[in-house]
C-alpha cells in the first residue's frame, strides 16, 4: 500500500476509462463535512494518477469535481460527483460528496454506489456530529472505512493528536482499530514558527516518502529517527494482526519473530476489507507546477490494494416486478442484467443523464431495457415500469463526456437519454423485469410554498417541478387542496435554494416563494340553530326555500353528519338532500375565517316550501345560509393541526430539545435510552410551531439531531392566536 515498491505508469489525461471485470473496479466515497477537503482531495488524487494535466484542471479549463455553476456561486459541493481514475491497472471511482446536511441525500446516493469509503477530516476543525453518524450507518453494514487528515498546512495543525480525536470518535471500544499508516514529516520552521510537512515515514517499511520537491521520493531513515518510528509501527503492526484475526501470527510476533512487511500488508488488506481495521493517513494537494500531492500515491495504493473489489459487495434484495425474492450471483458480468440509478440530472449538451452503477450483467448502448421505480409515491414519484433505449454510455470528464463501449457489473457509468428513469429506480432486461430494494433516503421536513411569477412561468412551473422531483428523492412535491398552495418539501434551507435556482436555471422558471399555510379546520364549540330564508320574486319565476336547523359539535374525525327530522313534509322530500347539499358546500368554505368545518351534526328540523316558486338551487342556497346564522350566534373553534414528533438527539442537546420543544406549545410524551449515547424524545406539537423545525434544530443540536413527524389530529387552538388568525383572514378578504 504506500509502503510496496511498485511502479505507477498513469495514463493519458482525459482518456475514458472503460474496466472488463469488477477486479479491476473500486468505488470510493468521500464523506466529511463541508470545508473538510473533500474536493480538493479528489483533484489531487487525478492529478497524481495522471487524470489531469495541472492540479483540479481538464483539458477544457475546468475542474473534475464542482463544476456545476451552482457549486462555483455557493463555493462548496451540492451535488454527488463521479471523478474516474486509474492506477495500477485498477479503475478507481472517486464518488465526491457534498458535506452539508442539506443535501444529505447526495451522500446517501455516493454510499449506495460504492464498496468503501474515505472519511475526510480536517486537522483545524476536527470531527463533527453528522460525520459520526454517517460512520455509525457505515459500520452498521460493515463498509471499510479509512480516514484521510487534511488541512496539516494550518497554524496548530497536529496529526497525532488529530489521530486521536478520530480514534476515540471512530474507533468505539477498540481504539486500536484507528490507527496510522504513515506520520508526517516536517520541514524547517519558517517565520511564523510553523513547520510544514514535507513528507511521509511509511510504519511498516521504516521508508521516507518526500514530496518537497513535488515528486515522491524514497530514502532511508536516519538512525536518529528510528526510535520514534519503532514505538508507532509496533502499536500499528498488534493493531492490524488483532484485526485481521490472524492467530498464529500473533503468537509469532509476541514470541520475537520478526514478521516480514508482505506478510503485515496481506492483513493488513484483509483487515481493511472485513471492515475491521481503519488506517488514517494524510493528504494535502499539490503545489504549484508539482505532478504529486503530498500522500495521493500512499492514498491510492490503499484504495487499489486494500479497499474491496465489487465482489465483495453484498446485493441488495432483488425481486421480481410483483415482489419474489430473485437470487442473483454478485457481479456476475454473463448474469441478468441489474443496475440502478444513483443520480439523474440534466446536461445542458445531452440531455438527461443517469449515474448508474451494474450490480450484475454487463450494459451496453442502444440496449433495450426495463426501467422500474416503486416505492416513492409519498415523494411524488408515481410507481412506474417502463421500456425504454440505452443511450450512449459515457464516463465523465469534468463537464465532458466521454464515450465508452459498455459497462460489467461493479461498474459505474453515464447513460444518456432515459427519458423516464429517475433516481432510485432499477434498470433490467426488457424480457426480465427486476426490482432493487430502494436505499434508506431522509424524509424533507421543511415545507416551502411556491407559486409561479408570471403566466409564462405557470404554464412551465408543472413540468419544471415533476423533473426537478425525478432527479431528487429526497424533495417531495405537495398540491394541498386544503391550502391551494403548491409545497415543496426539503432538508433544509440550501436544498431550497437549489432547487429553486434549478428551477431558474435549468427549466427557465421564475418562481416566488409565499408564506406556507397550515390547514386549519373551523367546528362549533356547542349548540347552535340557524334558519335559512331565501325568498326572492322579482318577476317570473321565483325562488322560494325556508329551512330551520340545529348544530352540535362531534368527536374529533367525525366529519359532517347530516340528519332529518322534518316531520309533515314542511320541506319536501326532493328537497332535502338540496339542503344537505348547500350545508355541505357552505361548510367546505368555511363559516368564521374560511377553513373548513368538521365534527358537527347538522339536523334539518323545519321549513317551508312554495309550490311554484320552490327549487333545488334555492334550497341549497337556504341550506348554507341557515349554517351561516348558526355560526354567527355560537362560538367558533378553529382547529389546528398537531403533529405527533420524534427527535433522537445525542444525551447533551436532551434539556435544550425538550425545552425548546415546550416554548413550541409541545406536550412531551417520553423520552427513550436508544444507546450510542442518545435520546429518543417523543412529543405533540402543533403544526403551526415546526414549519421550520429542520432548521432550527440543526443549529440547536450542531446537526447532530434528526426528527421525523406525522399527523395526529386536529384540536382547538388557544384563543388568543385563533383571534390573530381571524382577523388576518377578515383583512385578506
Not at 234 to 251: K, P, Q, V, W
Not at 325 to 341: F, I, K, M, Q, S
Not at 574 to 580: G, K, N, R
Request: with cysteine; proline share 6%.
Amino acid at each position: 500500500m504506500g509502503d510496496k515498491a511498485q511502479t505507477h505508469h498513469p495514463g493519458a489525461a482525459g482518456r475514458a476509462l472503460t474496466a472488463d471485470r469488477p477486479t479491476s473496479v473500486r468505488n470510493v466515497v468521500l464523506v466529511g463535512h463541508t470545508g473538510s477537503g473533500k474536493t480538493t482531495l479528489v483533484e489531487a488524487l487525478a492529478l497524481t494518477a495522471g487524470a489531469v494535466n495541472r492540479a483540479g484542471r481538464v483539458e477544457d479549463g475546468g475542474t473534475v469535481s464542482d463544476y456545476d455553476d451552482i457549486e462555483h456561486r455557493q463555493q462548496r459541493s451540492v451535488q454527488l460527483s463521479l471523478v474516474p481514475v486509474e492506477w495500477d491497472g485498477i479503475k478507481v471511482n472517486l464518488l465526491d460528496t457534498p458535506g452539508y446536511a442539506d443535501f444529505v441525500g447526495e451522500l446517501r446516493a455516493g454510499l449506495r454506489a460504492a464498496d468503501a469509503a474515505l472519511f475526510v477530516v480536517s486537522a483545524s476543525d476536527g470531527v463533527d456530529g453528522s460525520t459520526r453518524m454517517v460512520w455509525e450507518e457505515c459500520a452498521a453494514v460493515g463498509m471499510p472505512r479509512a480516514i484521510v487528515i487534511t488541512h496539516l498546512e494550518a497554524a496548530r495543525a497536529d496529526f497525532e493528536e488529530m489521530t486521536r480525536i478520530c480514534a476515540e470518535a471512530f474507533g468505539g471500544d477498540d481504539p486500536d482499530a484507528v490507527l496510522p499508516l504513515y506520520l508526517p514529516l516536517r520541514g524547517p520552521e519558517g517565520p511564523d514558527g510553523h513547520a510544514p510537512v514535507t513528507g511521509l515515514v511509511g510504519l511498516l517499511s521504516r521508508k521516507l516518502f518526500d514530496y518537497s520537491t513535488g515528486e515522491r521520493k524514497e530514502s532511508e531513515p536516519g538512525a536518529d529517527e528510528l526510535p520514534g518510528i519503532e514505538e508507532a509501527r509496533n502499536r500499528l503492526i498488534e493493531g492490524i494482526i488483532a484485526e485481521s484475526e490472524d492467530e498464529t501470527l500473533m503468537d509469532r510476533y509476541l514470541g520475537g519473530e520478526q514478521v516480514d512487511v508482505k506478510t503485515l500488508v496481506q492483513d493488513l488488506e484483509r483487515a481493511v476489507a472485513r471492515g475491521s481495521f481503519h488506517p488514517v493517513l494524510a493528504a494535502a494537494p499539490a503545489a504549484e507546477g508539482a505532478r504529486q500531492g503530498l500522500g495521493t500515491v500512499e492514498l491510492l495504493e490503499l484504495v487499489t490494494g486494500g479497499f474491496p473489489t465489487p465482489f465483495e459487495h453484498p446485493m441488495p434484495q432483488v425481486t421480481t416486478i410483483d415482489g419474489r425474492p430473485r437470487e442473483l450471483n454478485p457481479c456476475d458480468t454473463d448474469g441478468p442484467l441489474v443496475a440502478e440509478v444513483v443520480k439523474t440530472s440534466s446536461d445542458p449538451y445531452v440531455g438527461r443523464l443517469s449515474l448508474v452503477r451494474v450490480f450484475s450483467g454487463t450494459l451496453r448502448p442502444d440496449q433495450p431495457v426495463h426501467v422500474s421505480g416503486h416505492g416513492l409515491a409519498d415523494r411524488g414519484h408515481e410507481d412506474h415500469d417502463v421500456d425504454e433505449k440505452v443511450g450512449a454510455l459515457s464516463m465523465p470528464f469534468g463537464k465532458q463526456q466521454r464515450p465508452v463501449t459498455h459497462a460489467v457489473a461493479g461498474d459505474l457509468v453515464c447513460v444518456a437519454k432515459l427519458g423516464r428513469a429517475e433516481t432510485g429506480d432499477t434498470l433490467s432486461a426488457k424480457d426480465d423485469p427486476l426490482l432493487m430494494e430502494p436505499w434508506q433516503m431522509p424524509d424533507p421536513l421543511l415545507p416551502v410554498a411556491i407559486r409561479a411569477h408570471s403566466k409564462a412561468d405557470e404554464d412551465k412551473l408543472s413540468q419544471g417541478l415533476a423533473r426537478l422531483v425525478a432527479e431528487d428523492p429526497t424533495m417531495r412535491l405537495e398540491q394541498n387542496q386544503d391550502t391551494h398552495q403548491v409545497v415543496l418539501w426539503c432538508l433544509g434551507e440550501a436544498h431550497a435554494d437549489v432547487a429553486l435556482e434549478r428551477l431558474r436555471g435549468r427549466y427557465g422558471v421564475q418562481v416566488d416563494v409565499v408564506p406556507h399555510k397550515v390547514s386549519l379546520r373551523e367546528t362549533f364549540a356547542g349548540k347552535a340553530t340557524g334558519r335559512g330564508r331565501h325568498v326572492k320574486q322579482s318577476g317570473g319565476h321565483g325562488q322560494y326555500a325556508i329551512c330551520e336547523i340545529e348544530v352540535e359539535p362531534l368527536p374529533g374525525g367525525s366529519g359532517i353528519e347530516f340528519v332529518d327530522k322534518v316531520v309533515g313534509g314542511a320541506v319536501p322530500r326532493q328537497f332535502i338532500p338540496s339542503v344537505e347539499k348547500g350545508v355541505r358546500a357552505q361548510a367546505a368554505k368555511g363559516v368564521a375565517a374560511g377553513y373548513p368545518l368538521v365534527d358537527v351534526r347538522v339536523t334539518l328540523l323545519d321549513g317551508k316550501a312554495h309550490s311554484v316558486d320552490s327549487s333545488d338551487a334555492a334550497f341549497q342556497t337556504a341550506g348554507a345560509l341557515a349554517l351561516r346564522e348558526a355560526a354567527a350566534d355560537a362560538r367558533i373553534h378553529l382547529l389546528e393541526p398537531v403533529a405527533e414528533v420524534t427527535v433522537l438527539v445525542g444525551d447533551a442537546y436532551v434539556g435544550a430539545v425538550m425545552s425548546d420543544l415546550s416554548s413550541r406549545r409541545g406536550r412531551l410524551l417520553g423520552t427513550e435510552q436508544t444507546g450510542s449515547g442518545r435520546t429518543l424524545i417523543r412529543a405533540e406539537v402543533p403544526e403551526f410551531e415546526i414549519g421550520r423545525y429542520a432548521v432550527d434544530l440543526r443549529s440547536l443540536s450542531h446537526g447532530t439531531a434528526r426528527f421525523d413527524r406525522a399527523y395526529a389530529r386536529h384540536e382547538p387552538m388557544p384563543a388568543q392566536i385563533a383571534e390573530r388568525i381571524r382577523e388576518q383572514a377578515g383583512d385578506e378578504g
